[in-house]
């Protein structure tokens, strides 16, 4: 099966710059998505990237290696309310998505 | 806003009984997919119907059984209900039956309790 990895929780610092990695599985390989989850609330869609490089949107960026099965968010300036849970999605040959259990991210003031 | 709505918000049940959720997509969009999420648990996938067929089968349990109606709105049934089948369940909507670059967008979930 496909296999998604990526830390389970992550700290930094308000005003700093933090980088959250994803792994996956290579093999049918249709673009990566990211996507923010508050405590309690549903996953809210940030970013997708199918071409290797950097995606820039505000202060967040997406950045892709096919040949590598990586992919990172970089997260900038940190604020407070960006303490939640970052999920990384593969979608497959098929389309589908293949998720990974998440990234805590708490920002300590 | 991500346009999907779901219905209850919360919902608390005894073990054994049969409970439904419903989810009506955002405008426009053909496919629904349910999550189930528990506690500091990821996402795992459920279900997806694409315009009224069922589409893709995930961890789905044999007492779990899903539905797409011709308005596209779609139901959950959950029924002979345990204690951990307590979780957030998510809806989640796309415009097509799943693609190049096709984004999922969620609904804020119903949070079921049983005890």
């Known amino acids: 099966g496909q296999n998604i990895d990526q830390p389970t929780e992550m700290t930094a610092t308000e005003g700093a710059i933090v980088q959250i990695n994803c792994t996956y599985q290579t093999s049918g390989f249709n673009g990566l998505f990211w996507y923010q989850q508050h405590a309690g609330e549903a996953p809210t869609f940030l970013s997708y990237n199918v071409l290797d490089g950097l995606e820039e949107k505000g202060r967040f960026s997406s950045f892709l290696s096919r040949s590598k099965g990586y992919s990172y968010l970089l997260l900038k300036e940190l604020q407070m309310k960006d303490s939640a849970s970052y999920l990384c999605?593969?979608?497959?040959?098929?389309?589908?998505?293949?998720w990974g259990a998440g990234t805590k991210l708490i920002i300590k003031p | 806003d991500s346009g999907v709505t779901q219905t209850p918000k919360h919902l608390i049940t005894a073990t054994g009984q049969r409970v439904t959720l419903r989810c009506s997509p955002r405008?426009?969009?053909?496919?629904v997919y349910w999550y189930q999420q528990s506690l500091d648990q990821g996402l795992q996938f459920l279900i997806q119907?694409?315009?009224?067929?069922?589409?893709a089968k995930g961890n789905i349990l044999e007492r779990f059984s899903a539905q797409q109606f011709p308005d596209l709105h779609s139901e959950l049934n959950l029924s002979s209900l345990e204690l951990g089948d307590s979780a957030l369940y998510f809806c989640?909507?796309?415009?097509?039956?799943?693609?190049?670059?096709?984004?999922?967008?969620f609904g804020p979930g119903t949070r079921l309790l049983v005890l």
């Open positions: 405008s426009g969009d053909l496919s």
């Open positions: 999605a593969e979608a497959d040959s098929n389309y589908q998505l293949i």
């Open positions: 119907y694409y315009n009224g067929e069922e589409r």
């Open positions: 989640a909507s796309s415009v097509g039956g799943g693609g190049y670059q096709e984004t999922q967008y």
